[in-house]
């Protein structure tokens, strides 16, 4: 799409995009206006669904029929309201819970039947651990002033948690280091989280194994950062706790800044509690009150890091994460 401007220069104009992120847990949508060749965007639609993709995948190996099924269904919706709003380019990127199943064929066809019914060509795609690294980073930052890095921004996931450290000079995203750990809130709890709440020994183990997989992350250079942001549902929805929020409220979420002492006592809290408390906390999605155990233990994992490592003493959590760096991606490739 393009304007003429009054000078009788040919001018790009806002275009559409629509960027998809299907993780272990939940599948997300994302669409966006913006102008191709400037920077920003502007929010059009969001929608998040749980289907827990990676269900059983860390026993099995496999997508299982019921969550390639529930996967299909969501994507089926996202690509029709795509579709309705105009969108011109799709980009959808498929991680943790596909890049090993023994049956991923079998999903990636799906997505392309699915997505090409109204975008022809498109498909999930399984990205390089540098390129969702660059993605992470570029969404977690993109509403942050960027004198206030380097960041260490941390995206975590059901089946994977990713640690990037980066700075934006000039309005290039420049990554200083970045590690993709095997561990998510959806895989800890599968292999470790059993009983409901967890038992001391359970949350013992869950302690390990964290420890084990930040250890293989000693070479990140944490203590750069001047700022750490999280991102994602875990995230999020522990910022609004923290908070003591009635209600999941993305206004007061997004950009919010919680001492890390605070954070680690809601962490505990729910650490202790059971699904069905958990339930029943207003700001809880209840597809995530089953294993956002799991992912507390990591967050207080990472708080410890980011104290002893970095000296930071608070989080800053942002609604904004690899979604919106997808959808910068998109409207990236579109110039010219």
Known sequence: MTATAPDGAVRAGPVRVGAVDCGTNSIRLLVAEGVP???GLTDVTREMRIIRLGEGVDATGRLSTEAISRCRTALT???ATMAELGVQSVRMVATSATRDARNKD???GMTAEVLGKHFPGAQAEVISGQTEAELTFAGGVIDLDPTDGPFVVTDLG???TEIVVGEVVRGDVQILGARSLD?????LTERVLHSDPPTDAEIA???SVIGDALAGAGDVPVGLASRWVGVAGTF???SALAQGLGEYDPERIHGSVIPLDRMREVCDRLVASSVTERRSLGP???GRADVIGGGSIVVQALCDVMAERAGLSELTVSEKDILDGIAMSVLARMVG
């Open 284 to 286: 809880m999605h209840p």
């Open 77 to 79: 919706d996202y690509a």
């Open 37 to 39: 060749g400037q920077p």
């Open 183 to 187: 561990v998510g809130c959806v895989r």
């Open 205 to 207: 183990e869950a302690r």
């Open 236 to 238: 999020t929805t522990l």
């Open 106 to 108: 079998e999903f990636f």
């Open 158 to 160: 059901g089946g994977s």
